[in-house]
């Protein structure tokens, strides 16, 4: 339950009042400063995605008396021991991420009790991208793959595609972490790595000399992005507040995803964009997208979670069989914040 923030206005005349007058006139004066503190989630994410910028600007956020503080990092590993450590409340992930750290092979090999109780958006829209001189996948022999970090993410699609034409993580090629996009990009740029999974314009490619191998929708045709996740303990403990969070995210993906807002949409997308119509507009339609944009309603997208474990059990990271997607998801939280909308 939200907390209360109860303001008192002074009764304003210097009449004497018998104590009854004055506890009606206290009463009065009182409804119109009663104000609802908001609760306070401390989030973190690569970046603020269309339905938590929706969320927040058409107030659905504020309507569950919620305030989100964004807090945007440049690498999983910070955003996962910033969770575990409680610095964050939950994070907007892909649910690799989520997998791999809950069974200890993230950065740091301790186990933790992470939940997905959010859905995002579904495929992975990412590309094979490598530096000038690389012109088929033979020439990656010997060279160093750029990652975000090696055992989890798009890495772990990367292992995938490259398998598919012969190429054995540290036989003919080896990870080395960079970071984000941009810190991949730049690592191919100055000849620190040779290749990388990377969601770069073409523009961005073609201004830095860079060719395209492959792209991961030819080989993955099911993905989980951008899901909601936290601690269960910390889920347990807030399960209002969660729920509320939830409501405001599925009534924003609803705002969004409605094509009679598609104006608005992008005139909300402007900002977070740089003010430019054309990044704004590619946003709205990805985020549309049958492909890549987000599931309906943000339903958690079951078949995109078991699509992760499979690339796992391909990359040599899971045992095949050895886990299930129903392990990784509390969808409790999901389904009382839907049934509250339908009443």
């Not at 409680?86 to 809950?102: C, M, P, Q, R, S």
């Not at 507040?241 to 005139?267: G, Y």
Request: aromatic share 8%; net charge neutral.
């Amino acid at each position: 339950m939200a907390r209360c923030k109860w303001e008192i206005a002074p009764i304003g005349n210097n009449r004497p009042v018998n104590n009854k007058e004055g506890w009606l006139a206290a009463f009065l004066w009182l409804l119109p400063g009663i104000a609802m503190a908001q609760d306070v989630i401390q989030m973190g994410s690569f970046n603020k995605d269309a339905a938590i910028i929706a969320a927040e600007a058409k107030g659905f956020l504020n309507k569950e008396d919620i305030r989100v503080e964004i807090h945007t990092v440049t690498d999983s590993p910070t955003l996962l021991r910033n969770l575990i450590s409680g610095k964050y409340d939950l994070i907007l992930n892909n649910a690799d991420n989520v997998i791999a750290w809950t069974e200890g092979q993230g950065e740091d090999p301790q186990k933790n009790d992470f939940i997905i109780f959010l859905g995002g958006s579904r495929g992975v829209n990412q590309k094979l991208i490598v530096a000038p001189g690389i012109n088929d996948y033979s020439d990656l022999k010997g060279k160093i793959f750029a990652v975000d970090a090696p055992t989890t993410g798009y890495a772990v699609v990367g292992v995938t595609v490259l398998k598919k034409h012969g190429l054995e993580l540290n036989k003919d090629y080896t990870f080395k972490s960079f970071g984000n996009t941009t810190a991949r990009a730049d690592a191919l740029s100055r000849g620190d790595a040779s290749g990388a999974m990377m969601a770069l314009a073409d523009s961005e490619i073609q201004k830095r000399g860079f060719k395209v191998l492959a792209k991961s929708e030819d080989y993955v045709q099911h993905y989980a992005r951008g899901l909601g996740a936290t601690r269960r303990e910390w889920a347990n403990k807030n399960e209002d507040l969660l729920v509320r969070f939830v409501h405001a995210m599925i009534r924003a993906t609803d705002w969004l995803t409605d094509p009679k807002n598609k104006e608005d949409v992008i005139a909300v997308l402007l900002p977070e964009n740089r003010n430019n119509k054309a990044r704004a507009e590619a946003v709205y339609s990805e985020s549309l997208s049958p492909r890549f944009g987000f599931t309906p309603r943000s339903q958690i997208d079951m078949e995109g979670i078991r699509s992760v474990i499979q690339l796992r059990e391909v990359a040599g990271l899971m045992k095949p069989g050895a886990t299930n997607a129903e392990k990784y998801v509390d969808d409790r939280f999901y389904k009382k914040a839907l049934a509250s909308m339908d009443k």
